[in-house]
Each structure stands twice: as structure tokens, then as C-alpha cells.
């Protein structure tokens, strides 16, 4: 008797595993945004914390010492984390896509969702722009130089990753 393929999670055959370079390159995009507005965030609620608690003559100086030590070492730490979040989550994708089997056909199929993807981009590109140029955002930008540099050409960086991804998805050698 002949044993059907199930789509049980459990047994992790799951049979419909296939390269989706356009979900891939969004999602990265958007956790790049949300990750970048939610540091920036961080820093103007930890910039206004710390300058409370300097103002407080009952805090102890032990205390306001400890908060401006983290609140000046904020922007260098998450700029590293922003920068290797980014990486990590670039070469898990390029990994991911070389492990899965693609028929070159579909590159131009791909290639044309992309071109919306770049859209999206160049629009999350704007709303950071838009964003970082805030009143209360000027003063946060420069403390994080890598993660702006990289929001500042977030097109140029879609299209990078999205096309580093294409190119592992669909130029690989066929078994």
C-alpha cells in the first residue's frame, strides 16, 4: 500500500518548502525599520530619564552616575546590535535560499515582485527620512551613525539584499 506525504509539522515534512525571495527582503526591510524607530525611541526616553535624575537632588550620585554611563554607551551599543542584526539576518536568508531548490524560471517572475518590494522600500526610505528629521529625533540621529547610514540608503540596500538573494536563489548549479 502506498504511504501519502502528510503536511504534519510534527514530523517536518513539510512539502511545500520554497525560496521566497520577495517575502524575505520585505521582511528584513520592515524589522530594519521597526528596529531603528524603536531604538531611536529608546535613547530620547533614556536621554530624558537621565536628565531628570542628574535635576534630582535626592538621587544619589552613585545612581547618576550609573545612568549616565549607560545612557552615553546606549547609542554605540544598539548601533553595533542594529549592524549585526542586519548582517545575521542577511546571511540567514542567503543560507536559507541556497538550501532550496528553484527553477530558473521563475527568476523573471521574482524579478518583476521585486520591483514592488524596491517601492516599498524607497516609501519606508521616505518615512525614515521623514522621521529622523523630527524635532525631538535631530538630537538622537548622530548617535547612532552606522544605523543611519544604512536607513539613509535604504533603497540601495533593498536592492542589494534582494538581488544577493535572487542571485543565491536562482544562479546556484542545479543538481
Known sequence: MLKRKTNNISNFNIRSKKGNAVLDTLGVLVFLIIFVISI??????????NDEIQSDPDMHNTSKQIV??????????????FLLAFILFWA????????IDAHPIFFIFTF???????????????????????????????????AHYIMSHF???AI??????????????QP
Open 112 to 146: 518583476i515582485l521585486m520591483i514592488f518590494v524596491f517601492i516599498v522600500a524607497a516609501i519606508l526610505g521616505n518615512l525614515y527620512k521623514e522621521f529622523a528629521e523630527e524635532e525631538d529625533m535631530v538630537a538622537v540621529v548622530p548617535f547612532f551613525p552606522i
Open 40 to 49: 531611536y525611541y529608546g535613547k530620547y526616553i533614556l536621554s530624558d530619564l
Open 68 to 81: 549616565s554611563y549607560h545612557e552615553a554607551r546606549y547609542g554605540g551599543f544598539f548601533d553595533g546590535i
Open 155 to 157: 533603497l540601495m540596500v
Open 92 to 99: 540567514l536568508m542567503l543560507v536559507a535560499s541556497f538550501n
Open 160 to 173: 542589494v539584499v534582494g538581488f544577493s538573494i535572487m542571485g543565491v536563489l536562482f544562479v546556484k548549479k
